[in-house]
């Protein structure tokens, strides 16, 4: 079974600085994808980035990027340039590649708060 | 096009009662999976529809809980007869049948068992 750690439960930065999340997991397949899910208050969660284990480039979504290090299981999502709307929670998921019938495993979820 | 909708956004039952949640996934997905989020843990997965079919329901917490998706569109998840643990969010994501495309979530239903 794969397991998704992130040991940030609240980030708070100001508005416009550069912020990283961490995540962490772990698992015995070799192939996989990686998500970084980010949920606004009372809203539904959208896709923010993801990452295919078998690429070695990291991916990048305009202000996103993340940190893949597949040997150390890490996968940092970082935020350059935050911004108001960015406050949200963000959640690091894992999945296995064949179909994902399983779906998705989640951390725990990090609260990211853009101060003014 | 509308995303995929959840029905209701809040319920609040007594222990015993039955509730009935409803995800209406996004028109032309197979893939409808639900997932619950219990307070201050992880997001778990319940389950996994392919159309009609449950492709894999090893989250399902017991044989309280009931999965449908007939016909293939909507799906609905009754839990009978609800528990204290029980409460907690629940989420509804839906995606193409093509492997690794990105699934789309519901806002959820957030149950309350008192």
């Known amino acids: 079974a794969q397991t998704v750690t992130q040991s940030q439960p609240e980030m708070s930065v100001q508005e416009a600085e550069t912020v990283t999340l961490s995540c962490t997991y772990d698992?015995?397949?070799?192939?996989?994808?990686l998500f970084w899910y980010k949920q606004p208050p009372s809203r539904q969660m959208i896709l923010v980035i993801r990452?295919?284990?078998?690429?070695?480039q990291n991916a990048t979504e305009n202000r996103f990027s993340v940190n893949f290090q597949k040997a150390a299981k890490s996968f940092s999502l970082k935020i350059s340039d935050s911004q108001l709307g960015d406050t949200a929670m963000y959640f690091c998921a894992f999945m296995k590649q064949g179909g994902g019938a399983d779906g998705l495993t989640f951390g725990k979820g990090t609260h990211l708060i853009i101060q003014p | 096009e509308a995303g995929v909708t959840q029905f209701p956004s809040h319920s609040v039952i007594e222990k015993g009662q039955t509730v009935t949640l409803r995800c209406d996934p996004i028109s032309g997905h197979d893939n409808l999976y639900w997932y619950r989020r219990v307070m201050g843990k992880e997001i778990k997965f319940l389950l996994h529809f392919v159309k009609e079919s449950k492709q894999d329901e090893s989250g399902m917490p017991n044989n309280r809980f009931l999965a449908e998706r007939t016909g293939g569109t909507y799906s609905t998840l009754k839990v009978q007869p609800a528990e204290l643990e029980d409460s907690g969010v629940y989420f509804c994501?839906?995606?193409?049948?093509?492997?690794?495309?990105?699934?789309?979530f519901g806002q959820g239903t957030r149950l309350t068992v008192v």
């Open positions: 990452q295919e284990a078998y690429k070695q």
């Open positions: 994501a839906s995606s193409h049948r093509t492997e690794n495309t990105e699934a789309f």
């Open positions: 698992t015995s397949e070799s192939n996989y994808y």
